[in-house]
């Protein structure tokens, strides 16, 4: 048993984007901490921590948001952690881009993460935590990643104004996001094998470290910006990326 | 996990405020604290040290003590630091600018490449600087009239811990370099400058203006920061700045 073992008992976690990658890894270790884990996504995987239930959610659609918090705040009363991993990485320059390609990614990047701190926190009591994925390409530009670093980057600001709108209300509810580096995941592995322009090895070059980050060590971070010990944490963005934005 | 138990940790600044609650936490958490700073001061669970951070020989020889009787050192938090009053570029003095980037700025470059050297030899580690959200963004009069020689070196701090990080990661040295950016807390540095100031009920009322969720932060609150980059699962962080500042900088 960890020592941290058990620090959110008690508590309500949604994670979107749950079914693999970082957001399976937040799931099981909010989960690990104890907490009720409340697994989105569009499909249900096939090894879903023990004590998460699963809960399908498009996250670009704002009726089945308010279905999700209803649902779950009717029968767990509360929601006192919500982590928006649901996110898409694709390939695309200025020209390459078409409007349907920006509306997909912009949709479930950037709409998804504000509808879901829009329907959760109305319901989430002081010492609630919201934590986005940002990205290092919010930091960053790359000219065959147009979508995805601008609505990276859209999130990194969005995160802002929810912490400055939950501090001007005085819920008590704090928001953060995470910036991970290239992470070993089902979506990046899907991004390398459609055939990019760039290479892995490329990519991972940009890494001081000179390798990919566990999908666990940004849960970690993500953990910590949760929990109690990021108590005066608002409005932040924390990196973790093998040095990549250094 | 998130425990440091087994590990050996050197907070500089320990008497007060931050470092002190670093060191504190610390040894909560399971490790072998040595507390040090420039005066002479009594902290039950650690052992104290006394050290002038701007001295070489004075890191040379606490690095060489805690070796001796610890075998190791796995984490160092950079804590010591000073602001000085009147410190506007009218009217900071040229050994008000001295004092101010020895101490903040000579004294964490010091303590990284000295202490990274032990650690590397042990296969790794984490350095934790500590710079400001003054080394971001002038204090604006919100509570000093200025951070002339302060903001400047928590700025330089800032890039000290990106070059010194990516230096370490290349070398394959196993040691990461992280910066906490800390807002206004409720340490002595903050709470006497404001005993002093002519204001002080209107500049503490300013700080909790500036800080969005409308207080002062607690030392402890910066100390859970530290712990986490101090800890395994901080694994993947170095380079970064991690921002504690009850969300001032977002604004």
Redesign the interface.
């Known amino acids: 048993m960890?020592?941290?073992e058990g620090q959110m008992k008690g508590r309500v976690a949604i994670v979107t984007g749950a079914a693999s990658g970082i957001g399976a890894e937040v799931a099981a270790q909010i989960a690990n901490e104890g907490a009720r884990v409340v697994a989105a996504d569009l499909n249900e995987p096939a090894n879903l921590p023990e004590d998460a239930e699963f809960a399908a959610l498009d996250v670009t659609d704002p009726q089945a948001w308010q279905k999700l918090v209803a649902d779950v705040v009717a029968r767990l009363g509360r929601v006192d952690i919500l982590v928006n991993c649901a996110g898409i990485l694709a390939e695309g320059t200025l020209w390459s881009t078409t409007l349907e390609d920006w509306r997909r990614i912009i949709a479930i990047n950037v709409e998804g993460t504000f509808l879901g701190c829009q329907a959760v926190i109305p319901h989430m009591p002081a010492g609630g935590s919201i934590v986005n994925i940002g990205s290092i390409s919010a930091w960053l530009g790359d000219a065959d990643l147009l979508g995805y670093t601008t609505s990276k980057a859209a999130v990194v600001n969005l995160t802002?104004e929810i912490?400055?709108d939950c501090?001007?209300r005085?819920n008590g509810v704090r928001c953060n996001s995470v910036s991970p580096?290239t992470t070993g995941t089902p979506m990046v592995r899907d991004f390398f094998n459609a055939g990019p322009r760039a290479t892995h090895d490329e990519w991972i070059a940009a890494h001081?470290?000179?390798r990919e980050?566990?999908p666990g060590?940004?849960a970690?971070?993500i953990v910590?910006l949760a929990g109690?010990?990021?108590?005066?944490?608002?409005?932040?963005d924390?990196?973790?990326?093998?040095?990549a934005?250094? | 996990m998130s425990g440091l138990s087994g590990k050996v940790a050197l907070v500089t600044g320990a008497a007060s405020g931050l470092g002190r609650a670093t060191a504190l936490r610390f040894h909560e958490e399971g490790a072998t604290v040595f507390a040090a700073d420039q005066r002479p001061f009594d902290d039950p669970p650690c052992t104290t040290v006394e050290m002038d951070v701007r001295r070489q020989e004075d890191w040379q020889r606490v690095l060489d003590m805690i070796v001796a009787q610890a075998g190791r050192i796995d984490v160092l938090v950079n804590a010591a630091g000073i602001a000085l009053d009147g410190d506007t570029v009218a009217t900071c003095t040229p050994d008000m600018w001295k004092d101010t980037m020895e101490v903040n700025l000579d004294g964490t470059f010091i303590g990284c490449k000295l202490a990274s050297r032990v650690m590397a030899e042990a296969g790794g580690g984490s350095i934790i600087n500590v710079a400001s959200i003054n080394g971001a963004t002038g204090d604006g009069g919100i509570v000093a009239e200025g951070v002339a020689a302060y903001g400047a070196s928590k700025a330089a701090v800032r890039m000290l811990t990106r070059s010194a990080a990516r230096f370490l990661a290349e070398q394959n040295t196993g040691v990461r370099c992280n910066v906490i950016s800390p807002g206004y807390f409720a340490t002595p540095m903050v709470l006497d400058y404001l005993d002093a100031h002519e204001d002080g009920a209107g500049a503490r009322a300013r700080i909790e203006e500036a800080q969005p969720l409308g207080r002062l932060g607690r030392p402890e609150e910066f100390a859970g920061v530290a712990l986490f980059l101090a800890s395994d699962r901080a694994s993947a962080v170095t380079g970064s700045e991690y921002v504690v500042d009850g969300g001032y900088l977002a604004r």
């Open positions: 960890s020592e941290t802002r912490a400055l501090a001007r005085g580096g001081p470290l000179g980050i566990l060590e940004v970690a971070v910590f109690d010990d990021a108590s005066f944490v608002t409005g932040a924390y990196p973790v990326d093998c040095g934005l250094a």
